[in-house]
């Protein structure tokens, strides 16, 4: 028998081995890429030439960058301008509208004068005389839970006239002389609590 001698081809350019389907000298790789060989059914023709435009929409004229919207032709920006123009003031607007919250918020009560009065219970927008009254309570009701004495020359700061105790179960009340002259129905103050009321 006689044997069929096969020698081996190589493509010239990437030195891979060719299969019998290849053009040589070429492999089939090498081959379409290859720019000099023509092969209509292997490559693909671009046309520079063409608008973007088919026959059932024409081509959509050239806009500039940064103005293209897909929805709205605007070929030479104003549209786009505008919108910025828009997005500024409205920025400028709500910045605007966020300080004045924050001057309103904080300014009144950077500036305030007045100290901040003894805690109490009720009402708590009081005068100086109020807040004078709430201290002598303080006092009084701190004396009386410890069982000493209260000085006989506290009196209210408003009438000048001392103070009123109650007592009722074992509970002490002293309460403010005339609490109609400091606008408020009550002022007084429990042993068994310790904070005064303001009615």
């Known amino acids: 028998m006689m044997e069929e001698h096969h020698h081996k081809v190589f493509c010239e350019r990437c030195g891979v081995e060719l299969l019998p389907a290849d053009p040589e000298p070429l492999c089939a790789m090498c081959y379409v890429s290859d720019t ?3 092969a209509p059914s292997l ?13 059932s ?3 959509v004229p050239h806009r500039k960058p940064g103005s293209f919207v ?3 032709p ?3 920006g104003k549209m786009a301008a505008r919108r910025r123009r828009i997005s500024r003031r409205v920025t400028l607007v709500m910045a605007a509208v966020l300080l ?8 009144p009560a950077a500036i305030s004068s007045t100290k901040p009065g003894p805690v109490h219970i009720g009402v708590q927008q009081v005068d100086a005389g109020t807040n004078a009254c709430l201290a ?3 006092i009084l009701v701190a004396d009386k839970q410890a069982g000493r004495a209260s000085p006989a020359d506290i009196v209210c700061p408003v009438c000048g006239k001392p103070y009123i105790y109650t007592q009722y179960q074992g509970v002490t009340t002293i309460e403010c002389p005339d609490a109609a002259a400091h606008q408020q129905t009550r002022i007084y103050v429990k042993t068994d609590t310790g904070v005064p009321v303001v009615n």
């Open 36 to 38: 000099s060989v023509y």
């Open 57 to 59: 929409r024409p081509a």
């Open 100 to 107: 004045g919250a924050l001057m309103f918020a904080v300014v």
């Open 43 to 55: 490559l693909l023709v671009t046309d520079a030439s063409w608008s973007g435009g088919t026959p």
């Open 70 to 72: 897909p929805w709205r």
């Open 74 to 76: 605007d070929p030479d």
């Open 136 to 138: 002598n309570l303080y």
